[in-house]
């Protein structure tokens, strides 16, 4: 059974950064979501299982990089630049197909953790 834990999260002023960490029990393709009240979860950015391969929203795109350390099981997510508007949970996914960027296609998702940026 995929495990999926997520760390990293916190309280920073904006313009400021934090990097997410997943440990992961195998390794997968992986996902990055976001989850603001009151709005539905968005993509952030993906890797495919080797870290060949990864997209991004186009609203994080050059501020946010996902990374992953296959020795270690883990995949990262940069974030610099924050803005109050990527305040949000964000959770981590596995076992989608590479890039996919709806929810409903990652079938195992973490516990979230929660990222406020202060403006």
């Known amino acids: 059974q995929v495990q999926l834990v997520e760390s990293g999260g916190g309280l920073v002023q904006a313009g400021g950064s934090l990097r997410l960490s997943c440990a992961a029990s195998g390794r997968y393709n992986m996902g990055w979501f976001r989850q603001a009240p009151g709005l539905e979860r968005e993509f952030v950015a993906a890797?495919?299982?080797?870290?060949?391969?990864?997209n991004y929203a186009d609203s994080v795109k050059g501020r946010f990089t996902i990374s992953r350390d296959n020795a270690k099981n883990t995949v990262y997510l940069q974030m610099n630049s924050l803005k109050a508007e990527d305040t949000a949970v964000y959770y981590c996914a596995a076992g989608g197909a590479f890039g996919a960027r709806h929810a409903r296609e990652y079938p195992t998702w973490g516990q979230g953790t929660q990222v406020t940026v202060s403006s």
């Open positions: 890797i495919n299982w080797s870290g060949g391969s990864t």
